[in-house]
């Protein structure tokens, strides 16, 4: 079997040869450090005893616990015991192209693009499988391994499936009755419309008008598929690309904070800890001392 393809430096988490996904098993005793990560993952407890630690604050962690991270999050192991962890990671790159479609499936909507976003989740998702919905996250989670002895050019399609599979039965399980309804096309059009503009200083009346549609029937059909606002919703996502700007850039923060689209400095500043528990530069500092860069291979440049 070929060892995972993830690099690790000061704390940030990606993957070394381009990776689109891979699944497998890590053993953690004692301690895991705060780290962050370059992609997406989630974490599946199958084995031991542990402590997961966030921002959210310290989760005692049992055998069939999911944890779903966004890309920017950051956690940690405590207290860990033989602390068996089946992780699934996928590429930012991945979600954004291959499966661009989930935004419009309710329940993988749900999983990958808002519910980790709303209440107050802050870019993180938790579940609890049953027994068989376990044993089913397992089986697709171990054709995802083998697959990794495999050359990606000629099993893309192989990874894409297999992920695929693992993230319907998690969407099931986690999702449930919270998202049932078909995503309305406004919704996902108002997204990506706010995603492709961060700078851009919206406003609601502004957006509703770019749809075709009144403030108040907006806000009511984006709040009934992702739980929030359309500004809120907005909010979560320049957050995360600020998050990635500070660990992936050399921009200054009062330029990252412009980009987004909060020029005020104490505003993004204010935003940015509400988020992540932490100030913009005590995370670019602890995650990468400011000098970690990713190039086109996905290999931090120094």
């Not at 040869?17 to 004692?30: E, K, T």
Request: charged share 20%; hydrophobic share 40%.
């Amino acid at each position: 079997m070929s060892e995972p393809p993830v690099g690790s430096d000061r704390g940030l988490l990606y993957f070394a040869d381009g990776s689109l996904a891979y699944a497998g098993h890590y053993m953690h005793q004692d301690r895991h450090p705060d780290h962050t990560h370059s992609f997406l993952e989630i974490a599946v407890m199958v084995g031991g005893a542990g402590r997961h630690r966030s921002v959210l604050g310290d989760q005692q962690l049992s055998i069939g616990d999911v944890v779903l991270l966004r890309p920017g999050v950051w956690h940690g192991y405590e207290q860990c015991s033989s602390l068996d962890l089946y992780n699934c990671c996928f590429s930012v790159d991945l979600l954004h192209r291959e499966l661009a479609w989930t935004r419009e499936d309710p329940l993988l909507g749900y999983l990958l693009w808002t519910g980790p976003y709303a209440m107050q989740r802050r870019g993180m998702l938790t579940a609890h499988l049953s027994g068989s919905e376990l044993a089913e996250c397992i089986e697709h989670l171990d054709a995802l391994d083998k697959l990794r002895a495999h050359p990606v050019g000629a099993h893309r399609g192989d990874i894409i499936g297999r992920l695929t599979l693992f993230l319907s039965v998690l969407a099931r399980a986690v999702a449930g009755e919270q998202a049932s309804a078909p995503t309305h096309p406004a919704v996902t059009q108002a997204m990506r419309l706010m995603e492709a503009d961060l700078a851009r200083r919206w406003s609601l009346t502004e957006l509703a008008d770019h749809l075709g549609l009144s403030a108040g029937y907006l806000v009511r059909i984006f709040k009934a598929t992702t739980g929030l606002p359309p500004v809120a919703y907005l909010s979560r996502h320049r957050v995360e690309t600020a998050a990635n700007l500070l660990l992936h850039t050399d921009e200054p923060i009062t330029q990252i904070a412009q980009d987004v689209g909060w020029p005020d400095q104490n505003y993004f500043a204010r935003r940015f800890r509400s988020h992540y528990g932490l100030s913009a530069s005590t995370y670019r500092a602890r995650f990468t001392h400011g000098t970690v860069r990713l190039g086109a291979t996905g290999k931090p440049i120094h």
